[in-house]
RNA sequence: GCCCGGAUGGUGGAAUUGGUAGACACGUUGGACUUAAAAUCCAAUGGCCGUAAGGCCGUGGGGGUUCAAGUCCCCCUCCGGGUACCA
């Protein structure tokens, strides 16, 4: 019978659609729960590429293997669906971005449905749906009403939290601030990239590397606006810790230890030279403060001006402007030339009362420590550097712990930079009674920092890199922030019987004045007046795409609950998520924010475990064939002709180079999904996205491949579907082997997520019965459920061809017994130095002493033992006979 | 720059986690079927030498550990992801 996938894949997704095959079971006394989520989607205007099925591919096998034991399911999809093209097309076309977003995610929605993916669809989610940011919104407030107990290591409310003395005595104003300077989010300035041209904030990525502005080539400045942030360092530990109970691959979470960025260390005041001020440093060698020769200010730095003289007025101040013009990367890139101004002022190093010059320059970042360094030049390779440049003395007060004398010279000398262990010299003053000579650098730091509380001039310190998030963007088509700005000053959130607070309407979705979004065009959604007729003013910021993700695992759970964000004993039961599929690009941000709120939801009592996601693993990107010139030129795929193995160009005729690229538009190399089906079918498409290689790979997409998988299920098809090759009565030996070696691979493959192996070992099975030409009815079935995860439609379509009423979507996983897979013989291969030269049967069970005689006595071991002394055999039981010459 | 990955036939990849390198596919070549093509089926297919038996080489490059290295260690090259307002 022919292999009629359309007709089958249509069959069978209305029938599961018609019997809600896959909705989520509401047995919650069933201890076996599965909770596994997708990344959800930003539902693009081009429609789903074929690296979105893969990760949902594999989600969606293990989901009908886990139901098929006996698991409750949880399996949902939803949109992620604020973001910027959605805008931009309004500001185009004025098309409202929720009409854009809702055409995008019908056919999201249709693609997905197509690929026979089982979502439980009862439980879709939308974040710019108002029933679904209303709670986004009421996290927020959650988050404002929020702070952190060092002490307990916790998020409190922040009515519990103890305002000192000193400031409530101050009364009213100076308890609230006290109380925002606490707060998890907080309303502040931050820098931003600003482009005076277009008048809008602009993306990182959307800076050129030379400065200028990618849409419209103005050069871009760094800019002060009011911002939303919120204190995810305060978390940072926590952060780190809750690393230690998941299971994640190695290396995001070694990345995301980088990027919280844990240093411990000392604070240390510097006086300055003729003033009361101090300048603050954080430094995590207070052991070298001896060697500190200079200091260096962040051209932000508050003080810059104020210890700028006069004489040095004008190159500081453009060299602050300057710098505003740099990237931090470029700032700090270590390859690049270092920059710097004198400011005139001089600083007293506390440790030996010397008098060192204070610089301001670049590569100290204000968002760093305190924004402000102590120069060592000669242990520190930054500072050497710049030492070097500037002329700036350097002290060594280290002597190498290194057997290259030349080296050691010069670093005494100040000639090089050491930054290793070595002996303390130099490292003592008697008028200031600090001496550590001689000790370790461990015992140095130690004795330093004791000395500097001592002498109340510093303190043992941790620095995080993890910065305070910024949390607010310029844009419409965002999450409001349930926001008041009053004309007294005051901010106050609105209550939560107020929510949503829903995005107003609009005719132009171009900008406002001065950086605000379009929100701020809208006048009467803008204005408020309070009961006691107070003027007031929304906020016109609205929340970044993240805080939509952030949270969306636990709508899943609840997604129709209008009383509250969902019901505490059905987040109880089916939190934390059991297996988190994406993509590798999100390996910190998006899944430090997600931990960073879930740990305060945590805090509050409001979900019951610290950490949301229990496991996670992260799909690699499929990429596309492209082409190119000689000289590097790409060319859009549709302008290139295959000839005999070549590639062309259709105008040109020159001879291409095909090479492997991301998918995109302008190399007209997108594939999609749709034209795969409609070729060979959506089980097909499946199948070999799970074949092309392990899932965590990135991998070129290559249509030929398809083809593979194709043959493989209509040999499938037609080999089991046709009543002839099935038989009753007793399996032949070698099909019941193969059989059970197969539900095996399948079965402890899909538990380690790689189907790749999982789908050749079936290929084999289908070869093996082809071959022999009938299977038993038995065996026949086995198999069909076997492959059922993989290939849903072709599976239930014999399924229900061999008599069966219900979907196989819940019958039980076939179980694979041992007794068929045993071997009586092994195949050893026997080497001879290391080299294999002939295989030998050996019973399973023989001892190494008569595998050794066995394989002696073998005559084709004479061959390459000939005159040669044994010297040893190594026999591996069940592996390997290795005999050394 | 910094952090995290990766590199195996013409191509995608496999390799019991230190034990026969190339499973399973694609492609290519030859054959069968066909008036022909497609589809399907059968066979061969890492490179070099050889009629063959067989031999030598071979997992990005260089070194090392081991009876044994694609797998472990050190150094290098190239490619990919992230780099906080792309999400």
């Not at 081009?46 to 969606?60: F, K």
């Not at 000398?413 to 000790?439: P, R």
């Not at 109340?456 to 844009?475: C, E, H, I, P, T």
């Not at 204005?527 to 952030?550: F, L």
Request: charged share 30%; net charge negative.
């Amino acid at each position: 019978m022919d292999y009629r996938f359309r007709e089958i894949e249509k069959r069978w997704q209305k029938y599961w659609e018609e019997n809600k095959t896959f909705k989520t079971g509401d047995d919650l006394t069933n201890p076996k729960k599965y909770y596994i989520l997708d990344m959800f989607p930003y539902p693009s205007g081009s429609g789903l590429h074929v690296g979105h099925p893969e990760g949902y591919t594999a989600t969606d096998i293990v989901s009908r293997y886990k139901r098929m034991n006996g698991f409750n399911v949880l399996h949902p999809m939803g949109w992620d669906a604020f973001g910027l093209p959605a805008e931009q097309y309004a500001i185009q076309t004025g098309t409202h971005p929720a009409v854009t977003t809702n055409k995008n995610c019908d056919t999201f929605r249709r693609q997905i449905k197509e690929l026979g993916l089982g979502y439980d669809w009862d439980r879709e989610v939308n974040t710019t749906d108002p029933s679904y940011f209303r709670w986004t919104q009421w996290i927020f407030i959650r988050l404002y009403n929020t702070w952190f107990d060092k002490g307990l290591g916790k998020g409190r409310d922040i009515a519990e939290l103890p305002v000192p003395q000193g400031i409530s005595d101050k009364g009213e104003k100076a308890i609230r601030e006290y109380k925002d300077s606490k707060r998890l989010a907080y309303y502040d300035d931050a820098q931003v990239w600003w482009c005076s041209n277009c008048k809008i904030v602009c993306a990182n990525e959307e800076v050129l590397t030379d400065g200028s502005h990618e849409k419209c080539g103005n050069p871009v400045v760094k800019k002060n606006l009011k911002q939303w942030m919120l204190r995810i360092p305060e978390y940072a530990e926590r952060l780190l810790d809750g690393l230690e109970s998941v299971d994640w691959p190695g290396g995001v979470k070694e990345m995301q230890r980088n990027w919280i960025g844990k240093s411990t260390g000392a604070e240390v005041d510097f006086p300055v030279e003729g003033s009361n001020t101090r300048i603050k440093v954080f430094t995590t060698r207070p052991d070298t403060l001896f060697g500190a020769t200079y200091m260096v200010l962040a051209p932000e730095h508050p003080l810059t001006p104020i210890l700028t003289k006069p004489g040095e007025k004008k190159n500081v101040e453009q060299y602050v402007v300057e710098a505003a013009k740099k990237s931090d990367l470029d700032r700090t890139d270590l390859a690049r030339d270092k920059t710097g101004v004198f400011t005139g002022s001089y600083a007293i190093n506390p440790v030996n009362n010397k008098k060192i010059p204070v610089w301001v320059a670049d590569y100290v970042l204000t968002g760093y420590g305190t924004g402000a360094i102590m120069a060592v030049p000669a242990h520190d390779r930054r500072d050497f550097e710049f030492a070097g440049k500037f002329g700036l003395p350097v002290e060594a007060i280290m002597d190498p712990d290194t057997r290259d004398t030349d080296l050691r010279e010069k670093v005494l000398k100040g000639e090089e930079c050491w930054t290793e262990d070595g002996k303390y010299i130099n490292s003592a003053n008697s008028k200031t009674g600090l001496d550590i000579n001689s000790l370790s650098k461990e015992e140095g730091i130690r004795v330093t920092i004791t000395w500097l509380r001592e002498k109340g001039l510093g303190n043992a310190m941790v620095n995080y890199k993890l910065r305070d998030w910024l949390f607010s963007r310029q844009r419409y088509w965002g999450e409001p922030f349930p926001v008041i700005h009053w004309e007294d000053g005051e901010i106050t959130l609105l209550d939560e019987s107020e929510l949503p607070l829903e995005l107003p309407h609009l005719e132009e979705y171009h900008p406002g004045a001065n950086g605000e979004s379009p929100l701020a065009n809208s006048t009467e959604w803008l204005y408020v007046t309070g009961p006691d007729g107070r003027k007031g003013r929304r906020e016109t910021n609205t929340m970044p795409q993240w805080a939509g993700s952030c949270w969306y695992y636990l709508r899943y759970i609840d997604p129709k609950n209008s009383e509250s964000i969902f019901d505490s004993d059905l987040e109880r039961y089916w939190m934390p998520v059991d297996l988190y599929i994406g993509g590798a690009e999100h390996a910190v941000l998006h899944l430090l924010y997600s931990r960073f709120w879930h740990k305060v939801l945590y805090d509050l009592g409001i979900v019951s475990h610290d950490e949301p996601y229990q496991k996670l693993f992260n799909q690699g990107m499929i990429l596309a064939f492209a082409y190119e010139t000689a000289t590097g030129a790409k060319v859009a795929a549709d302008m290139v002709e295959e000839r005999g193995g070549s590639f062309f160009h259709k105008k040109t005729g020159e001879e291409l180079k095909q090479i492997v690229a991301k998918m995109s538009k302008s190399l007209k190399n997108v594939v999609n999904p749709d034209d795969v089906t409609k070729r060979y079918g959506a089980d097909s498409l499946r199948l070999y996205e799970m074949f092309m290689g392990p899932l965590e790979a990135t991998k070129p997409w290559d249509e030929k491949g398809v083809k593979g998988v194709f043959n493989f299920l209509n040999r499938t098809y037609r080999f089991f579907s046709d009543e002839l090759n099935l038989m009753d009565g007793d399996e032949d030996n070698e099909t019941l082997k193969v059989l059970h070696q197969t539900i095996k691979k399948v079965t402890i493959d899909i538990e380690n997520l790689r189907f790749n192996t999982a789908v050749s070992s079936m290929m084999i099975f289908t070869n093996l019965a082809l071959k022999k030409g009938k299977v038993t009815r038995k065996s026949a079935e086995m198999f069909i459920l076997t492959l059922s995860p993989f290939a849903p439609h072709l599976a239930e379509e014999i399924w229900h061809l061999y008599g069966n009423t219900v979907s196989l979507a819940n019958h039980p996983w076939p179980q694979y017994e041992e007794k068929y897979l045993i071997e009586k013989t092994i195949e050893y291969p026997v080497s001879f130095n290391g080299k294999m030269r002939f295989t030998i049967d050996l019973p399973a069970e023989i001892e190494p002493a008569e595998a050794e005689k066995r394989v002696l006595a073998d005559p084709r071991a004479e061959k390459w033992i000939s005159d040669k002394q044994i010297r040893k055999i190594v026999v591996v039981p069940g592996r390997i006979i290795n005999i050394v010459l």
